[in-house]
């Protein structure tokens, strides 16, 4: 098992039935460059299976785990079942409050989803289809961490779409805040003291932000990166693994 585990993390690469020479060019580069390979939601454009097919050809060039989540856009055609399974298929680990343990790294994963942020988060007060949306977001939440409570691993990592801090949206349109995340996905990550979390979704948003106990949270949007100065189209983050503690075997203390 390596010392360090190189992660590279993209979201919102909306594939589309043919996939373009820039997308392919990027593999290539996180070939070179990383062990393990996260997209953060926003897979296909349309949210077809034809796409996810399209986009797990590709994919199949990489010799390292690949670990993903969906995001509105595979959502978007009422497919995300057929997309998640084409994917799966593929040998790629689609999480949807599930885990995978990659090189003594845990990682949970979830889609999440919007309600806003801070003192300003939607409650489920008055009609029913606030309520209804409001229980979506909490769901989420509830998934994430039930995920991140069955991982045993010193390090666990989080993968998003949605945000779960307003420091990587900042940049957005202060309207479409509520729809870019909510603060009740930041809870699980400080809960668990979560080494990193990785979300996309907000293409104009900043690269990096931190949770309110200092978790740090990376805005990995393809459309961000690619603006970006540092020209390379996803972000890279080194994590030092450390072994999991062995129990003695008498089950007794110090």
């Given at each position: 098992?390596?010392?360090?585990?190189?992660?590279?993390?993209?979201?919102?690469?909306?594939?589309?039935?043919?996939?373009?020479?820039?997308?392919?060019?990027?593999?290539?580069?996180?070939?070179?460059?990383?062990?393990?390979?996260?997209?953060?939601?926003?897979?296909?454009?349309?949210?077809?299976?034809?796409?996810?097919?399209?986009?797990?050809?590709?994919?199949?060039?990489?010799?390292?785990?690949?670990l993903a989540v969906l995001g509105n856009h595979d959502f978007h055609s009422g497919e995300q079942e057929q997309i998640q399974r084409v994917l799966a298929d593929a040998g790629i680990h689609v999480l949807d409050g599930?885990?995978?343990?990659?090189?003594?790294?845990?990682?949970?994963?979830?889609?999440?989803?919007?309600?806003?942020?801070?003192?300003?988060?939607?409650?489920?007060?008055?009609?029913?289809?606030?309520?209804?949306?409001?229980?979506?977001?909490?769901?989420?939440?509830?998934?994430?961490?039930?995920?991140?409570?069955?991982?045993?691993?010193?390090?666990?990592?989080?993968?998003?779409?949605?945000?779960?801090?307003?420091?990587?949206?900042?940049?957005?349109?202060?309207?479409?805040?509520?729809?870019?995340?909510?603060?009740?996905?930041?809870?699980?990550?400080?809960?668990?003291?979560?080494?990193?979390?990785?979300?996309?979704?907000?293409?104009?948003?900043?690269?990096?932000?931190?949770t309110s106990s200092g978790v740090p949270v990376y805005n990995v949007s393809l459309p961000l990166l690619e603006a970006g100065t540092s020209g390379i189209?996803?972000?890279?983050?080194?994590?030092?693994?450390?072994?999991?503690?062995?129990?003695?075997?008498?089950?007794?203390?110090?």
């Amino acid at each position: 098992m390596p010392d360090i585990v190189r992660i590279a993390a993209v979201a919102d690469i909306h594939v589309g039935r043919t996939p373009s020479g820039s997308f392919q060019s990027l593999l290539a580069r996180v070939g070179d460059a990383a062990d393990v390979f996260l997209i953060c939601g926003d897979l296909t454009h349309h949210g077809h299976p034809e796409e996810a097919l399209a986009l797990a050809k590709e994919l199949g060039r990489l010799r390292m785990p690949v670990l993903a989540v969906l995001g509105n856009h595979d959502f978007h055609s009422g497919e995300q079942e057929q997309i998640q399974r084409v994917l799966a298929d593929a040998g790629i680990h689609v999480l949807d409050g599930d885990t995978a343990v990659v090189l003594g790294i845990g990682f949970a994963g979830v889609k999440g989803f919007a309600s806003g942020f801070g003192q300003r988060l939607l409650e489920p007060w008055g009609e029913a289809i606030v309520k209804e949306f409001v229980h979506e977001a909490v769901n989420e939440a509830l998934k994430l961490e039930s995920a991140l409570a069955r991982l045993a691993t010193p390090q666990r990592v989080a993968l998003l779409h949605y945000s779960p801090v307003r420091d990587t949206v900042e940049g957005e349109p202060l309207e479409i805040y509520p729809f870019l995340g909510s603060s009740r996905l930041e809870e699980p990550l400080n809960r668990f003291n979560v080494t990193a979390a990785f979300h996309g979704h907000a293409h104009h948003g900043r690269p990096v932000g931190r949770t309110s106990s200092g978790v740090p949270v990376y805005n990995v949007s393809l459309p961000l990166l690619e603006a970006g100065t540092s020209g390379i189209p996803f972000q890279l983050v080194e994590i030092p693994v450390t072994p999991a503690a062995t129990p003695r075997a008498d089950g007794g203390g110090s």
